[in-house]
């Protein structure tokens, strides 16, 4: 696969404080957000009401029906390419549903917050779209016992109220608040456009030739999309009908991978986590000193039938194999069927002959499903573990939302993320 | 001691160690002692004397388990002990079984149980992880090397102290996984243990904890099986009048199908959160095949159809709890003469 764009470079700015004001801008480390000016559902029409707040570590707040969290960033070459597909044209050539090597996302200078997220929250119960229990509660606390466990308990964080329009398709709705929330994280990323970044990394792709005799190693990062509410996006279409895909890992970093799916919280990969993921940063980082990075592949999980699953994980250790892979870490996505994608995965790629690792999250009692090539796994914590009860002052984003009781890991968003994005482990006692 | 507010510290023993008898008395009704009795002098001298020393003959606890608990568990509330020692009760499976159901019910009741047996003893089972247990050897031989590590155990968690994990510790696993923090990210330590695993050194952060239930032989005469109807699917009667969960379910239930030969659209309904239910809304027979079962009994298929149907949600439900469903419905069917079950999964 050969690049004809520009190195991707991602340039961070450090936030130290956020601030309401009457002009939305940014000056030295404080970030001054002017609700009027964001004018947030403003052209909506499938939205009722959007309402718009900041919260901070050490608020006590717990932030209720938490859907996603973005990390704001803008293009910088041309803001409106931002977030392609979904406020920005898509782009796309070539026989892939999804050719990444000439997307839009993925090169050029991107500037990105540090320290701050934007959270779209919904109650989708009390506006009809769901019935009870259908989604679980979703939480992120900005203090007390359970602060630690989302990151984005210590981040600032733009907290966006969605309130449907009465009778509005569910489809339409959540394409809106999706819409929105990457807006107003573009917006304000774009308060840094005449600020020249003090910290920018360059992230080449295809990397610069390595050492041969250095592992090749390829990340299988799994997604699913099943229908309005359990979406993942590419350039804003679902990814329903996946096949194992390579895809150029700076688009992905750089918003062309976007979430769309509210299931369990702690497990599940909020934009933010392939924004920032970790794994690939890491990858990017380790490359020519320790591994060669050969790619990702972006691959279905939550298949329907056991021969789908086996079908498709022999394709994804098929096209790892062809991409020269000697190792694969495979992510999983969400929680209970999923694991059986990843295991089988993992199976078909040990039999290729390809060592693997694979990141799962375990409930109490341990895993849904193992194979016994499954031999080097990476635990990210226990969902079932309960977190004291707490209080807070206020709960915004809905009512209620377990104050005073118990609250399980799995309700905290990102908490056990399976791409690897929290320190969160889980041991024996 | 100096008299000051110290702790209470309580010791359960089978008849024997407590001096009450050997075999001949292991039919003794549960009796209340003042101070240490045998093993419980070696735990004075590391500073965890027990206060009370509770026995019971093992006998008598096997025949009269729930009026024996119901004794001992009311000394407990009158006593209000911070710490319970069970045993060491070694290989002794009567013993063992005793300590870890005593263990089990004070546990819950918010008391630190200390106890020590052979990893295979049922007590480890009974207790079901609400107890520390220090692994001994099958027989008295190993009582020396316990005595300190127990005691040791119980004046920490008398003093309030949180223990670590059953490694460092020295207690068997109690089936439990808390969450930590590791030095590095999940992407980290995936990318450390994958090179290293290339270059030789497998390891893991979680194994797999399943159990491989071997088949049992195929039903011998499957025209005078009684035949049961056993469902994951979350089928309940319209309005989930028991409220079973959605997901996470911690309970299953059982409902009558005695005098019927249909399960009806709007009669029945799936409230399982892990699959598309309108299928299975539209026709319940699809999640509980009665319909099929009845045509097939009146045709002499198989003998006859149990009379009712168990049913829970199988979604996100933790392995241990599946398992803990699996054999209580198993123990009830087969008390019921069932000698073979249709299990409709999702």
Same mark, same amino acid.
Request: net charge negative; aromatic share 6%; charged share 20%.
């Given at each position: ?25 940014? +000056? ?37 029906? &938490? ?62 779209? &769901? ?85 090749? &190693? ?115 996505? +969400? ?71 118990? &609250? ?22 | ?12 023993? %089978?008849?024997?160690? @407590? ?9 003794? $009704? ?10 419980? !002098? ?27 608990? @119901?004794?001992? *568990? ?9 710490? =319970? ?44 992880? @609400? ?20 005691? #040791?155990? @119980? ?5 309030? $102290? ?9 207690? =068997? ?24 695993? *290339? ?26 099986? !009684? ?12 309005? %989930? ?8 379910? %911690?309970?299953?239930? !059982? ?25 299975? %809304? ?51 069917? #087969? ?7 249709? =299990?409709?999964?999702?």
């Amino acid at each position: 696969m050969e690049s004809i764009l520009a190195d991707l470079e991602i340039a961070t700015f450090a936030v130290d404080e956020v601030v309401e004001g009457t002009q939305t801008g940014w +000056s030295d480390g404080r970030l001054t957000v002017s609700l009027p000016q964001l004018a947030v559902g403003a052209g909506e029409s499938a939205l009722a009401e959007a309402t718009v707040e900041v919260v901070r570590p050490g608020d006590s707040v717990r932030i209720s029906n &938490v859907l996603d969290a973005v990390l704001p960033s803008v293009k910088a070459d041309d803001a409106a390419l931002t977030f392609p597909g979904v406020l920005g044209p898509a782009s796309v050539t070539g026989a892939s549903s999804f050719a990444m090597a000439t997307s839009v996302a993925g090169a050029g200078r991107t500037h990105r917050f540090d320290g701050l997220a934007v959270l779209s929250t919904c109650d989708w119960l009390r506006a009809g779209y &769901v019935g009870p229990e259908e989604l679980p509660d979703s939480f992120v606390d900005m203090a007390g016992p359970g602060a630690d466990r989302s990151p984005f308990g210590s981040t600032a964080d733009v907290v966006i109220g969605y309130v449907p329009a009465e009778g509005a398709p569910v489809d339409e709705v959540d394409a809106a608040i999706r819409r929105e929330t990457l807006r107003v994280s573009r917006e304000l990323a774009a308060t840094t456009l005449d600020v020249e970044p003090a910290h920018a990394a360059t992230l080449p792709w295809p990397p610069t030739p390595a050492d041969a005799s250095l592992p090749a &190693v390829v990340l299988m990062l799994q997604v699913a999309s099943e229908g309005p509410l359990t979406d993942t996006f590419w350039q804003g279409e679902p990814l329903r009908e996946l096949d194992p895909t390579e895809a150029d890992p700076r688009a992905i970093i750089d918003g062309a991978l976007t979430n769309g799916a509210y299931d369990w919280p702690a497990v599940r990969n909020v934009t933010a986590a392939y924004q920032g993921s970790a794994l690939i940063r890491d990858l990017f980082a380790a490359h020519g000193q320790r591994l060669r990075f050969a790619g990702v592949i972006v691959a279905p999980g939550y298949l329907d039938s056991a021969e789908q699953k086996q079908r498709s994980a022999g394709a994804a250790a098929e096209l790892a194999a062809r991409l020269g892979a000697d190792g694969v870490i495979c992510t999983t996505f +969400s929680s209970g069927n999923s694991h059986t994608d990843t295991m089988l995965t993992v199976q078909a790629c040990e039999q290729r002959g390809i060592g693997t690792v694979a990141l799962v999250c375990e409930t109490n009692g341990g895993l849904t499903d193992h194979v016994p090539e499954a031999n080097s796994l990476i635990s990210t914590g226990n969902e079932d573990d309960l977190v004291e009860p707490w209080t807070p002052d206020r709960v915004i984003g809905g009512e209620g939302a377990r104050s005073g009781e118990p &609250v399980p890991t799995w309700a905290y968003l990102g908490a056990c993320s399976q791409m690897g994005e929290t320190t969160w482990t889980a041991v024996p006692a | 001691m100096d008299g000051g507010a110290r702790m209470t510290i309580i010791h359960y023993l %089978n008849q024997f160690f @407590a001096g009450l008898g050997g075999e001949e008395a292991a039919g003794h $009704e549960p009796v209340k002692l003042d101070g240490p009795r045998g093993p419980g !002098r070696a735990f004075a001298a590391a500073g965890a004397a027990p206060d009370v020393t509770l026995a019971c003959g093992d006998d008598h606890f096997a025949e009269h388990e729930p009026e024996v608990l @119901a004794t001992l *568990l009311a000394w407990l509330e009158e006593l209000r002990p911070h710490v =319970l020692i069970c045993g060491p009760s070694f290989g002794s499976g009567r013993y063992g079984y005793a300590c870890g159901v005593l263990a089990r019910e004070a546990g819950r009741r918010g008391v630190a149980v200390v106890a020590a047996m052979t990893p295979d003893s049922p007590g480890v089972m009974a207790a079901e992880g @609400a107890a520390y247990i220090v692994p001994t050897g099958s027989s008295v031989a190993s009582m020396k090397a316990v005595l300190p590590s127990m005691a #040791r155990l @119980a004046a920490r968690l008398a003093e309030g $102290e949180t223990l670590g994990g059953p490694e460092e510790e020295g207690y =068997l696993p109690r089936g439990l996984r808390v969450m930590v923090r590791a030095e590095h990210t999940g992407a980290r330590r995936a990318i450390d243990q994958l090179l290293d695993k *290339l270059a030789g050194d497998v390891r893991t952060e979680v194994g797999s904890t399943g159990d491989r239930v071997p088949p049992v032989p195929a039903v011998s005469d499957l025209h005078t099986v !009684r035949l049961a109807l056993v469902t994951e699917a979350g089928c309940v009667p319209q309005g %989930n009048p028991d409220r079973l969960p959605t997901r996470h379910a %911690n309970v299953w239930l !059982r409902y009558s199908i005695a005098d019927a030969d249909s399960l009806g659209a709007g009669a029945y309904e799936s409230v399982h959160a892990g699959f598309d239910t309108t299928a299975g %809304n539209d026709d319940p027979n699809r999640l509980v095949p009665l319909d099929a079962a009845r045509a097939l009994e009146r045709d002499g298929a198989f003998g006859v159809l149990h009379d009712s149907f168990y049913t829970t949600s199988g979604v996100d439900t933790p392995v241990a709890t599946a398992a803990k469903f699996g054999q209580e419905i198993a123990a009830e069917l #087969r008390e019921a003469k069932v000698g073979a079950v249709i =299990l409709t999964g999702t």
